[in-house]
């Protein structure tokens, strides 16, 4: 199975601050990799996929960059309503796994 | 608009059976893989099934493999999870997801959720 490990466990930041969150993979998934919002309460939401790619309606805030075995997402000019769990996904290959999760706080 | 709404979820016994349902609307059911994903409380996203448009093909992960059954009705435009031989660590919210395309298997939509605990 892929291994996907994510960092950080949680993170505090301010308002209007950039923060980035990194996905690594135990192999090569060929840019395979999606990553999804969750609020509070609420199911999971789509933000990015292969990697780079906006999903719909998904404010441009929001980037995705990454390579073989790294990913990183990217939030520019944090907004309160970006508090939430980040949750990055590799799709390359069965079983499709998911890292633990990085938990967004405002500073 | 594309909605999923999960169903079936409850208290079960250790070792007794469960069944899950999804009911889509929004989109053309019949030409999306589906897939069900489960979130034990406080922890991570763990992908439990997967089932192809027809539903020919089907893939599971080892922890489920032998006791949990992807199924779907197009005609309905549903889809279900029947889960056999729950174990404690079956307890979770699971969550009903629409795959983007048989290329790129990412979930694009999710459903609200349904509460399953397996407890004596």
């Known amino acids: 199975d892929i291994q996907m490990t994510q960092s950080p466990a949680s993170l505090s930041a301010s308002l209007g601050e950039t923060v980035t969150i990194e996905c690594r993979a135990s192999e090569d998934i060929y840019n395979g990799l999606a990553w999804y919002q969750q609020k509070p309460g609420k199911s999971p939401q789509l933000l990015i996929y292969?990697?780079?790619s906006l999903h719909t309606g998904v404010p441009s805030r929001f980037s995705g960059s990454g390579s073989g075995t790294q990913y990183s997402l990217k939030i520019n000019s944090l907004q309160s309503e970006d508090v939430a769990s980040y949750f990055c996904q590799q799709y390359y290959d069965y079983p499709y796994t998911f890292g633990a999760g990085t938990k967004l706080e405002l500073k | 608009e594309v909605q999923l709404v999960e169903s079936g979820g409850g208290l079960v016994q250790p070792g007794r059976s469960l069944k899950l349902s999804c009911a889509a609307s929004g989109f053309t059911f019949s030409n999306y893989y589906m897939a069900w994903v489960r979130q034990a409380p406080k922890k991570g996203l763990e992908w439990v099934a997967t089932?192809?448009?027809?539903?020919?093909?089907?893939y599971y992960p080892d922890s489920v493999k032998g006791r949990f059954t992807i199924s779907r009705d197009n005609a309905k435009s549903s889809l279900y999870l029947q889960m056999n031989s729950l174990k404690s660590e079956d307890t979770a919210t699971y969550y009903c997801?629409?795959?983007?395309?048989?290329?790129?298997?990412?979930?694009?939509?999710w459903g609200q959720g349904v509460m399953v605990t397996v407890s004596s």
């Open positions: 089932i192809s448009t027809s539903g020919s093909r089907t």
């Open positions: 997801a629409r795959h983007r395309t048989i290329a790129a298997r990412y979930f694009d939509y």
């Open positions: 292969n990697a780079n």
